[in-house]
């Protein structure tokens, strides 16, 4: 059983327990003896059986079981000691000896309902308030379990049969506990978390990037700062002490290096976030490339005729394609014509300058009706990444302001032959043509005539879409053709690929090149919300290749073009530029794709590969095994300089002081949750646990971070690095990354709806400020 599953199963059992011991105090009640002793009997077999299942998420991680172990489940167990040790005998004998009127007793009734209060505390307590445990929870759910018990106890006793005295000493505890609990609800959390790294002073007191703060941050930040020179060589000091040791091995050494960055951030170093924008010009080599996008409100037609009611980036969904080459200085001039909640545009694993993030309220206002907003930032990272609005982005992400961003290698030949995508409108016949078709898995990308489409999934009123079609998209490639196809997940939720047909690699993963992709047959592929893969094959002679979204739909259907020459198919291999993928031997014409009806084919010569659904029960690929290992410049065993723990759950919190069911991290809600503080070069560590029963996708803006682990188990295939990692109900995932591009960053779930309800939070580095007031989980 997965631990995910495991989390359920406890819930059920919790709530099984409850209802048994209530049952056995009702039927108590009720003097039914007989069924009465059954259901204690039964409700303590489940009570200690729990016990076992508990133990095994204790195995999983401290976080799965730490409010079951330090609070509800010894409080069950003292209710269940309790009621058995008083309830039982007198139930027994009332069952035993036909005295039914034994079993109404107060003294068999209320210890048996009183354990069917505490135990109803455990799943109420899991549901509501999760992880961590907290002395103020834990008071005011002991003081309801009291309270209960002693209204039940004056309901079923007779007048007087309880000493005054000690109903009043009762009374006053459960409600000095509850007063403490409901007390402690109001300590405000800390606004910063260091991660074990040095701690941040002139940033903790007035942390402007808080919404909540927003307020005191003009005079009191800058007072702060003009203290600063006094707090920076505190903190230089600190700096010498923390990094001597690793740096050089020499205190000398490392005071030279670090005592000028200390000595700059409190003299008046402190840089806002809008300083930190990208280059006015492209890298030697490289063009401009200018994009001029229009939010607008309008209705779109899919390829079937549908219409849809959309938010757009000029009247289209996708958005324009952005594409470019390795080097280049993109400029995207963003207007807002008429969507009222306004619109930026964020880069999507792009890891631009802090400025250009378009995060609103914390990098820049968001752009409203009327206004504009112009981005600039290089093309340094090669591969598919997409773009989308950060206001009110559950919202205007699900109506349609995003698009792709696609940049190729400067070897790999111009970007302009990514035009033919699938994100172009339906009419749009052309294909892409000449493309970097390398695997690029770290050769040199080789130009060869080739098909790549960009393929973004997306669901509009339930009904996913591949760009703009909501039909299958027909294609045809000479055979020989190197295919590359970008698949895109924009929506919330992951997405299941299924490719039939033609053997193939997953090349790249959130824009990375995997190292040794391996070749692919009968494999699910699970594409995270938010993430992308790359996927590159040769087009068959004689077989159509079907990929299937979510064993549903038939997304894109790529027919074999008989007769057309096979483009340097033979001089240019598409795939397995390296490595041991070179070496793997070709999946046999009868691997992947010969499922029913290869042989019946009705497309003239050409083989069908079946439909949607075949690769249903296809196995998924786990992509933290996949492809060859190679050197990476941090890993499991490095000195990390800060270490941060989610525990993603859901629960009541707090956000924007409206009370919540929210998707929480570390039991609280945006803006809550204590910002995460770097320093510039820091080697930073996430563990991200998942006790909810909800996937979450989980994405940093402005890093790219490498997995280390999931489950304890480590990665065993290629290096990995990802913008946004699935962690599943009931995963840990161990990732890393060092913290290189200072600014203000978002730290969120990319299932937006979660995000809009609380889990987002933000990991800043000291030292950069925003002028913005009221970053918001939008
Ligand atoms: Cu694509 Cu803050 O997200
Ligand atoms: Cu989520």
């Known amino acids: 059983m997965s631990v995910g599953t495991l989390i359920t199963f406890d819930l059920l059992v919790a709530v099984l327990i409850a209802a048994t011991w209530l049952g056995a105090g009702a039927a108590a009640a009720a003097r039914r003896s007989g069924i009465a002793l059954a259901l204690f009997v039964a409700a303590a077999v489940l009570s200690v059986a729990r016990a076992a299942t508990a133990a095994v998420l204790a195995g999983a991680g401290w976080w799965f079981v730490q409010e079951k172990v330090t609070l509800t489940l010894p409080l069950l167990a003292v209710a269940g000691v309790v009621a058995a040790a008083v309830a039982g005998p007198r139930l027994v004998r009332a069952a035993r000896g036909g005295r039914a009127d034994l079993a109404g007793r107060p003294a068999v009734v209320v210890p048996l309902l009183g354990a069917g209060y505490a135990a109803v505390a455990g799943p109420v307590y899991a549901l509501l308030l999760g992880y961590p445990a907290t002395w103020s929870a834990g008071l005011v759910t002991v003081a309801l379990v009291g309270a209960a018990v002693l209204l039940t106890w004056r309901i079923v006793s007779a007048p007087g049969s309880l000493p005054v005295s000690a109903a009043r000493a009762a009374v006053a505890a459960a409600l000095a506990a509850g007063l403490a609990g409901t007390g402690l609800a109001f300590v405000p959390a800390p606004e910063t978390d260091a991660g074990g790294g040095v701690p941040t002073r002139h940033l903790a007191a007035g942390h402007p990037a808080d919404g909540r703060t927003a307020g005191t941050t003009g005079a009191p930040a800058a007072d702060e700062h003009a203290t600063g020179t006094g707090a920076a060589h505190a903190a230089g000091t600190d700096t010498t002490g923390e990094h001597a040791p690793e740096a050089h091995g020499s205190g000398g050494s490392a005071t030279g290096e670090h005592a000028p960055e200390a000595h700059e951030a409190g003299a008046g170093g402190v840089r806002p976030v809008t300083a930190l924008r990208g280059p006015s010009e492209p890298a030697p080599g490289g063009t401009t490339r200018r994009f001029a996008l229009t939010a607008r409100t309008t209705t779109v037609t899919l390829s079937s005729g549908r219409r849809v009611a959309a938010w757009t980036f000029d009247g289209k969904v996708p958005g ?185 690699r997953l090349v790249a993963v959130d824009g990375q090149d995997l190292n ?69 031997a ?45 050197g990476t410049p941090f890993g499991l065993g490095s000195r990390f300089d800060r270490r941060f723990t989610l525990v993603l759950d859901r629960g009541l919190a707090f956000s924007d002081g409206r009370p919540l069911y929210a998707h929480t991290v570390n039991g609280r809600a945006f803006p809550s949750i204590p910002t995460q503080v770097v320093r510039d070069g820091e080697l930073v560590r996430f563990t991200v646990v998942n006790r909810s029963r909800d996937t979450h996708p989980w994405h940093l803006h402005g890093h790219r971070v490498l997995v280390l682990s999931r489950d304890g188990r480590p990665t065993s295939g290629s290096p990995l690095w990802l913008d946004t990692f699935d962690v599943r109900p009931g995963e840990v995932w161990e990732v890393a990354f060092r913290a290189a591009n200072p600014g203000l960053w978002m730290n969120h779930c990319h299932n937006l709806a979660h995000a809009d309800q609380g889990m987002v939070l933000h990991l800043n580095y000291e030292d950069v400020t925003t002028p913005f007031h009221g970053a918001h989980g939008g």
């Open 516 to 584: 040794g992709p391996g070749e692919l047959g009968r494999v699910g592929l699970r594409l995270p919300a938010g993430g992308r893969y790359d996927l590159a094959f040769t087009m068959p002679a004689a077989r159509t290749v079907l990929l299937a979204v979510d064993d549903r739909t038939d997304g894109l259907r790529l027919s074999p073009r008989e007769g057309a020459p096979a483009p340097g198919a033979t001089s240019a291999p598409a795939l397995g530029t390296t490595g041991p993928s070179t070496s793997r």
């Open 586 to 630: 070709p999946v046999p014409e009868s691997g992947p794709g010969t499922a029913p009806g290869a042989g019946s084919g009705t497309a003239g010569s050409a083989g069908v590969s079946g439909s949607a659904g075949d690769g249903a029960g296809w196995p998924e690929l786990d992509i933290t095994r996949y492809g060859t290992p190679a």
């Open 320 to 504: 324009p394609p952005i594409t470019a080459v390795e080097g280049d200085l993109v400029e995207v001039r963003l207007r807002n014509a008429d969507v009222t909640s306004g619109v930026t545009i964020h880069w999507h694993g792009y890891d631009v300058p802090a400025g250009e993030d378009g995060v609103p309220g914390l990098t820049q206002d968001a752009v409203r009706p009327g206004q504009e907003f112009t981005y600039r930032f290089l093309a340094d990272q090669v591969g598919t990444y997409w773009y989308h609005t950060h206001e009110v982005s559950d919202i205007g992400v699900r109506k349609g302001l995003y698009g792709m961003l696609v940049v190729t290698s400067r070897a790999g030949g111009p970007a302009d032959h990514v035009s033919g995508s699938a994100s172009g409108p339906a009419s749009d016949g052309e294909t892409g043509r000449t493309q970097d078709g390398g695997a690029g898995t770290g050769g040199p990308a080789v130009s060869t005539p080739g098909l790549d489409l960009t393929l973004p999934v997306h669901t509009f009123g339930g009904v996913t879409v591949i760009g703009d079609h909501d039909r299958t998209i027909e294609r045809s490639a000479a055979p020989g053709t190197p295919v590359r196809l970008r698949l895109v997940n924009t929506d919330n939720t992951p997405h299941r690929f299924t490719l039939a047909g033609a053997p193939y």
